[in-house]
């Protein structure tokens, strides 16, 4: 029983990773055939950034009453109907209507099956899930391309995604039972009260880890959105090459959470986390360095994909051993909340700081939040040292 939730658990992050892909793939289609601009695209992604944020907030409390299992599928089931309403919009107006039940599903499942992978599965799990979770984002655009080559239009392509949606709902409310018997003996996560917000942030060493995860999807994304930019303005590099570079720059992450999960275990999360930040810091100097070896910044990029594969689930799975496993769903949700902040302002912050400064600040930018999560991480495990030496 134990291993085949582990399998629908997997399923669940390929499916998490399917809908995070489309909108970029379909949208030049999508906005001419409904004949609005082509940054109309920042609306539909912020209305659902906002409504992720908001239901990572609540997740806490939501899953403390219902338990992982039915958030879980009701949230993939939000997401499906979603992505189904997308599939029949006509209209830009609807698809904002859309976007919302698409963010609030997204955010809730994230939160949920971060903390429930974190309390009850080993380190090498999480790094392996979400390596699966790339698997679902680069699967995606190739549904909507194969739609859209075939002629069957961006609809079709949100069709398909929504009907694996809906067999995963399906398969996940037949596997309710199951994620009533952890392994490990952990609490169920409906036995403890939900936090307040206030309260979360009392928590010694709170603030550090949402600033430091804050700062982590600040560089990923602001790294995978203008990398590409940079690399062709500010290098001279041919937009073919850059492009292709940048795809090696995510693929370097999925690829590096894989080969991740076969040490994770053996090194711990803390030296997960320092590692991959020693990573980025060499991959980041590569990009800076001003020589006209064009290898040297191309190769940097995809360096620094690969120091961010380890952060982002080493950061989710040691919350339970930072705060406590009574705290870690109301801090993951919090954490989802921060990331999600940042993965949506801080990208088009650099594309202001681009047009009306330089884009050559791009690996300087970058650099920023490296070190703040190198203070930030090595604050809190301080803080988690000191307490637990108040313990003994």
């Not at 809908?19 to 949208?27: A, E, I, K, Q, Y």
């Not at 055939?33 to 992720?52: C, D, F």
């Not at 194969?146 to 995963?168: D, M, P, R």
């Not at 050559?360 to 930018?365: A, G, K, R, Y």
């Amino acid at each position: 029983m134990y291993t085949l939730l582990l399998v629908i658990i997997y399923a669940a992050f390929i499916s998490l990773g399917l809908p995070d892909s489309l909108l970029g793939s379909g949208w030049p289609t999508m906005q001419a055939q409904m004949n609005v601009p082509l940054s109309y695209a920042g609306i539909i992604s912020m209305i659902i950034s906002a409504g992720t944020i908001i239901s990572s907030l609540f997740s806490d409390k939501v899953t403390r009453r219902f338990g992982t299992g039915l958030v879980t599928s009701v949230s993939v089931l939000m997401t499906a109907v979603a992505l189904f309403g997308f599939s029949v919009s006509k209209t830009f107006f609807l698809l904002c209507v859309w976007s919302i039940p698409y963010g609030f599903g997204a955010g809730a499942v994230d939160a949920a099956l971060n903390n429930y992978v974190a309390l009850h599965y080993a380190s090498r799990h999480m790094s392996w899930l979400h390596c699966f979770w790339g698997v679902g984002a680069t699967i995606s655009p190739y549904i909507m391309g194969y739609c859209l080559t075939k002629g069957y239009g961006w609809e079709n392509g949100y069709l398909a995604v929504s009907i694996v949606q809906i067999a995963l709902t399906a398969i996940l409310f037949f596997s309710l039972p199951l994620w009533k018997r952890p392994k490990n003996g952990n609490a169920n996560e409906k036995s403890s009260k939900s936090l307040k917000l206030s309260q979360i942030l009392k928590i010694k060493g709170v603030k550090n880890i949402l600033i430091a995860f804050f700062s982590y999807c600040s560089l990923e994304w602001t790294a995978g959105l203008w990398s590409t930019s940079f690399l062709v303005l500010a290098k001279n590099i041919p937009s073919e090459t850059a492009a292709k570079y940048t795809s090696l720059f995510f693929l370097g992450i999925t690829f590096g959470r894989l080969i991740s999960g076969f040490v994770a275990d053996k090194f711990g999360d803390r030296n997960m986390i320092r590692i991959g930040l020693a990573i980025i810091f060499i991959g980041l100097i590569a990009v800076w360095l001003p020589v006209n070896a064009d290898w040297i910044c191309l190769n940097g990029l995809i360096i620094i994909g690969l120091g961010c594969a380890p952060i982002y689930p080493s950061i989710i799975h040691s919350t339970p051993n930072n705060f406590g496993a009574e705290n870690s769903q109301a801090i993951i949700g919090v954490q989802m909340a921060s990331a999600y902040t940042g993965t949506t302002f801080i990208p088009p912050l650099f594309g202001v700081i681009a047009n009306y400064i330089s884009i050559n600040l791009f690996p300087v930018f970058l650099l920023i939040f490296e070190v703040l999560m190198i203070v930030m991480t090595e604050k809190l495990n301080k803080t988690v040292a000191v307490s637990a030496a108040k313990q003994e």
